[in-house]
């Protein structure tokens, strides 16, 4: 009895071997064309989250002194008052006024800020760039909430805050 593979055997190993390695390469492309995107996914929402956390630092810095607060009834901005009564030694003189805007200017959120001693010396502090959208709203009275999409290539990330970003007057 000779003793090897047949024919018939080395052509089924060879379709089996070309199956597994056609699967393999089939799963490599999807992992080149996939990863990015998911890896796009992830640091747009890292990105988010900071830009979350910046966003109610501003707020949350001016909370306590808000006088008053409006929002824009198309939500592109939202402007707030804050009254903060300064003196020394315990005695208090008029309160020092500053009225800031948190808007959105090109693709950046900005916060625009002048005070009542210098009204027209408008500052602006950059809180985040590179946003493709921007949306504020006021659920209840005395709570602010926004929505802003972040954009790379073609994935798209929209990040909405908590349930109130800070509880204000």
């Known amino acids: 009895m000779k003793s090897g593979f047949t024919l018939i055997e ?8 070309l199956i597994a390695l056609g699967a393999i390469i089939f799963m490599m492309d999807q992992f080149i064309i996939l990863g990015p995107k998911a890896l796009d996914e992830v640091n747009l929402a890292q990105r988010a989250l900071v830009i979350n956390q910046r966003i109610q630092a501003q707020l949350i810095k001016m909370g306590p002194s808000i006088a008053s607060i409006k929002v824009d009834p198309k939500g592109k901005w939202i402007s ?3 009254q903060v009564p300064f003196g020394m030694n315990g005695i208090y003189y ?5 009225v800031a805007t ?34 504020f709203y006021q659920p209840q009275n005395g709570s602010i909430r926004y929505k802003f999409i972040l954009s790379k290539g073609k994935t798209d990330f929209e990040y909405s805050s908590a349930v109130t970003s800070v509880n204000l007057r």
């Open 102 to 135: 948190m808007t959105m200017q090109g693709s950046s959120i900005v916060l625009k800020f002048a005070n009542q001693i210098t009204p027209t010396q408008i500052q602006t502090f950059e809180i985040a760039s590179d946003v493709a959208s921007l949306i």
């Open 80 to 82: 707030y008052q804050v």
């Open 94 to 98: 008029y309160p020092y006024t500053q």
């Open 10 to 17: 080395l052509l089924i190993s060879m379709a089996v071997g």
